[in-house]
């Protein structure tokens, strides 16, 4: 076999073990993620929380800054799309409510600055 | 001829391997979209932890916390919950939010009492009533559980005041017992230590491990200090640390016990 022949199998052999133990064997591990990288059931659970959180103290504010830490989509949308994945996985009635109350409280809210992520 | 060709692939290998691994590492890694709360960040934890205490105050669901709580895989969710009230106590965080850890902390730091009935006994189910809810099922929702908190009305009065003279503490002590009517420790109960040039807040229940209504402030010698419960009758003046004295005849700095209670109500 001639040069160029070996080093493209040595190549092909060593890229296909290079992805091989980087992808499978040792990922690049993900110790500090965000919010916004959770599981879809965790992060409805967050957004729950969140409403549970808003009806014991009623401060949209807080309730607005908890929800920034999900991501840049308006904090309606945010809920609303906790409130569909609730439907689609039998969350109780109160559930629904609590996040229902959330995402009415936070249309009738007049538009503010910007909210930083934390 | 052939250790040529062993160089060759040999080569190809490494330059391969090198290649891949900056492939999988660096231009396409393995993302994780899926993560689970254990994986956040530290102050992102926090953020979390204290959502879970403030939930808490709402429903009132002991055993959803708890599988909350675990998703955080935390080694002791009480002490965790316990030294995060403490901190943003200390950073000026809104009270309330301070409040709920250190009420859910007490709360976990219970021992459970044999015979009580457990939350999921308590679920009653509710019939479906939300219109907009096409696919939602009957499902059971929870009997909020009441939080140990003080009578609402009922002010604290001091009904002993012990000097405790121990040379395990470190440090002088004023320690605070509240208690209810019934003689049980109460959590997220407001005190107010002022001195000459200020004062500091503090709650109870931030150490469930020495019960619900315990709490406890260190005094700097010769500072003279007056406590005040903000749900308290009157404020208990000219604490300052005792002279205590040791086996051997050294003085040391003793602390105070104080405990209040609350009245029965007719």
């Excluded at chain 2, 675990?70 to 002490?79: E, I, R, T």
Aim: with cysteine.
């Amino acid at each position: 076999m001639r040069f160029s022949s070996r080093l493209f199998v040595g190549l092909f052999i060593g890229l296909l073990l290079g992805v091989l133990y980087g992808w499978l064997i040792r990922p690049v591990e993900y110790v500090d993620t965000a919010p916004d990288s959770l599981r879809a059931d965790y992060y409805s659970e967050y957004v729950l929380m969140v409403s549970e959180a808003y009806s014991a103290d009623v401060d949209l504010e807080l309730a607005r800054v908890r929800l920034a830490a999900l991501g840049p989509r308006p904090p309606v949308n945010i809920v609303i799309s906790a409130i569909d994945y609730g439907l689609e996985h039998g969350y109780s009635q109160l559930d629904l409510e609590t996040l229902n109350r959330l995402v009415v409280d936070l249309r009738a809210m007049p538009p503010s600055a910007e909210i930083d992520t934390p | 001829m052939r250790t040529r060709s062993g160089l060759a692939l040999a080569l190809g290998v490494m330059i391969g391997l090198a290649a891949g691994l900056y492939y999988s590492w660096v231009v396409n890694p393995v993302e994780y979209i899926d993560a689970s709360p254990a994986s956040l960040r530290q102050n992102f934890k926090d953020d979390y932890l204290a959502l879970i205490a403030s939930a808490y105050t709402h429903t009132g669901d002991l055993q959803r916390t708890r599988a909350r709580l675990a998703s955080l895989q935390l080694d002791d969710p009480a002490s965790a919950l316990s030294r995060l009230a403490q901190s943003r106590l200390a950073a000026g965080r809104p009270e309330a939010e301070a409040l709920a850890l250190a009420q859910l902390a007490a709360v976990l730091g219970q021992r459970p009492v044999p015979g009580v009935a457990t939350e999921a006994a308590q679920d009653t189910p509710t019939p479906a009533v939300l219109t907009a809810s096409p696919t939602a099922s009957p499902t059971v929702t929870r009997t909020p559980t009441p939080l140990p908190t003080a009578t609402p009305g009922a002010p604290f009065s001091l009904i002993e005041q012990e000097q405790l003279c121990d040379t395990r503490l470190d440090e002088a002590q004023i320690q605070v017992l509240a208690l209810d009517a019934s003689g049980e420790g109460v959590a997220g109960v407001e005190l107010l230590a002022i001195w000459d040039t200020g004062q500091d807040r503090f709650f109870t229940g931030l150490k469930p491990e020495l019960g619900l209504g315990y709490a406890d402030f260190t005094m700097r010698p010769g500072v003279t200090y007056t406590l005040q419960l903000r749900d308290g009758d009157r404020p208990v003046s000219d604490l300052s640390a005792p002279e205590c004295v040791d086996d051997s005849g050294e003085t040391y700095s003793g602390s105070w016990l104080l405990t209040f209670q609350q009245p029965s109500l007719p």
